[in-house]
């Protein structure tokens, strides 16, 4: 009879069925939202654990500590590789509009709004959730978007984009100042994406 393969290291000691895809799953969708009910001050790693009916231990041993469990989160909603490759795929003609658009259409969708909201609202008073906003937002999204254009201060740009995109998001649906607050999304689409075009592709 063969020896039992070695564990991995940092796994729990609990049975092997329950270390599985379907597992991983299930703890990054609890703390989805685990987070965007309660923020992230008021999130633990127990806490997501005890709603996902799993050891602690298997939550730090598939995501670390309790900021890469929350930037994985995050990512769950965003799928930067997606996003980098939808804005781009048509050249740089149009990627002020696409990149609006994207940003928007992920906003208004509920499913992906809620944790976002906990983002932002943490972002505001924690600094592992600003940490996770600047990394994620910035490096994994705007500034690969800005770097593949080929223009001069791609982070800079980046940064101009984001302000102006974050500062939406949070007149529109955390404070929802009217009448941005009801507008319809092709309105400020229409609005926005000329001065995304300009930051992004302007030499």
């Not at 001050?41 to 469990?69: C, M, N, Q, W």
């Not at 949070?170 to 229409?190: M, N, T």
């Amino acid at each position: 009879m063969n020896a039992a393969a070695p564990r991995r290291r940092g796994r729990p000691p609990r049975t092997e069925s329950t270390d599985t895809p379907a597992t991983r799953d299930r703890i990054l969708t609890v703390a989805r939202e685990e987070f965007a009910e309660r923020g992230y001050d008021k999130t633990s790693v127990r806490g997501i654990a005890k709603a996902a009916g799993v050891d602690p231990a298997l939550v730090h041993h598939y995501f670390g500590t309790k900021d890469e469990i929350f930037a994985a989160a995050i990512e769950m909603s965003f799928e930067p590789t997606l996003v980098v490759t939808d804005v781009l795929a048509e050249g740089p003609e149009g990627v002020g509009e696409r990149l609006a658009r994207f940003f928007l259409s992920v906003w208004e969708n509920p499913a992906t709004r809620k944790p976002l909201l906990a983002v932002i609202r943490s972002a505001v008073t924690h600094e592992a959730a600003a940490k996770v906003l600047r990394a994620f937002v910035l490096r994994r999204v705007l500034e690969r978007v800005a770097a593949d254009l080929d223009v001069p201060n791609p982070k800079f740009r980046a940064e101009l984009a984001a302000s102006h995109m974050v500062g939406i998001a949070v007149l529109r649906y955390v404070v929802r100042v009217e009448p941005l607050a009801s507008a319809d999304p092709e309105e400020i689409i229409a609005m926005v994406a000329p001065t995304l075009q300009r930051y992004l592709t302007e030499k």
